[in-house]
């Protein structure tokens, strides 16, 4: 059986997410483990004389051209259509039992139609007209035992657009969180913020207070987090190696929104809280950046903006996910009544520029 797990911790920056998403691959002070590769190729590129890259199947061809372009100094093939047609290329690889991702360098253009990639019966489809997507990877699985599966990739019918695919990777990963010399530090904050407990028992609430801690330390140094009061076993580069990097060197210029979001990710991990990077981008680059954290109780992910000081319900009141507030948007009913202020302090903030982002940019799941 192959399904898409949604529910452990894992690496840092990777997955596409339906309707619009994509990844990095950003190795953190997270649990990431070694490369698995099982592709007989996982470079895309048509060598002279041949119609297709070598091991890779295109199952059908309408009305595409192929050629070659460069990515990086790296010869690839590019795959384009100016009027309807479709394209799909394919191999089959082994699987062990564990979890993967499937990591994929590409660009895509897309005019008209749907851009997919897929494993197996899951494939995850970019569908937003005039959207152009470059370089992520896409898919988290779990194949509860060996398994032949099928990649592939390309255009669906009816498709107008540009694309290449540089490479694509199989990464089997394991996943740990910060140990025993967690220990002091996870201690400390539970003492300055008045944490009892178990952490998960009111987890939404517990979350909520590190994320004002967290915005209050990183804006002013001088409140109940800040490496100014602590102890220098405290938040070490090796424990919360991004909120260390933040909290001791004012003159990183990275956006106040990533340093949260990634400090924030850090002391989730001290109380073993699955958390993923999700990052706004628009024509490639990138402009906010916030998280999910895994709810184990509600078997579900939850949105959480600190940066904002936001979170996303439904009509009832529900926190949301990506996939949520993505379907939401794609459906065209996603408005300010689904975004939720928290009482974290932070900015104000103009509810149109939220709401317009979510319409307008490129996504993208960093996971951790």
């Given amino acids: 059986m192959l399904k898409l797990n949604n529910t ?45 890259p070598s091991e890779w ?66 494939k995850l489809f970019i569908t937003r007209q005039n959207l152009e997507v470059c370089e992520r990877t896409v898919l988290t699985l779990t194949a509860d035992g060996p398994q032949k599966t099928k990649i592939s990739f390309g255009f669906r019918e009816n498709s107008v657009g540009r694309a290449y695919v540089a490479s694509i990777q199989w990464v089997k990963v394991h996943y740990k969180f910060p140990g025993e010399n967690a220990d002091l530090t996870r201690q400390y904050v539970r003492d300055k913020l008045d944490i009892q407990g178990d952490f998960n028992l009111n987890l939404d609430k517990n979350i909520a207070k590190l994320a004002k801690a967290l915005n209050q330390t990183l804006l002013t140094k001088n409140q109940p987090l800040a490496l100014t009061m602590a102890p220098d076993n405290v938040f070490t580069s090796t424990v919360t190696p991004f909120f260390y990097r933040y909290s001791h060197d004012r003159n990183i210029r990275d956006s106040y929104c990533q340093k949260s979001s990634l400090s924030l990710d850090d002391l989730l991990g001290l109380f073993n809280v699955p958390a993923r990077q999700i990052h706004w981008q628009k024509n490639c680059t990138g402009f906010h ?4 954290y895994w709810h184990p109780k509600e078997r579900k992910w939850k949105i959480l903006d600190p940066y904002y000081g936001i979170t996303y319900v439904d009509s009832k009141g529900m926190e949301l996910n990506f996939e949520e507030v993505e379907r939401m948007v794609n459906e065209g009913c996603f408005s300010a009544k689904n975004i939720k202020k928290l009482a974290i302090g932070r900015l104000l903030y103009n509810e149109e520029e939220i709401i317009t982002a979510w319409y307008s940019s490129t996504l993208a799941i960093y996971v951790n």
């Avoid at 790296?74 to 795959?79: C, K, L």
């Avoid at 259509?81 to 699987?95: K, M, P, T």
């Fill in 289 to 292: 950046q916030f998280l999910e």
């Fill in 8 to 52: 452990r911790k894992q690496m840092h920056y990777t997955r596409l997410v339906l309707g619009s998403g994509i990844i990095y691959l950003l190795l953190s002070g997270g649990c990431q483990q070694a490369l698995t590769d099982h592709l007989k190729n996982p470079q895309i590129v048509i060598k002279p004389g041949q119609s297709s």
């Fill in 57 to 122: 199947v295109i199952e059908a061809n309408d009305n595409f051209i192929l050629d070659n372009t460069y990515d990086q100094g790296q010869q690839v093939t590019r795959f384009s259509a100016e009027q309807g047609g479709q394209i799909i290329f394919s191999q089959e690889v082994l699987l062990d039992s564990g979890d993967y991702f499937l990591l994929v360098r590409f660009y895509t253009r897309i005019k008209q139609g749907e851009f997919f990639i897929g494993a197996g019966e899951k």
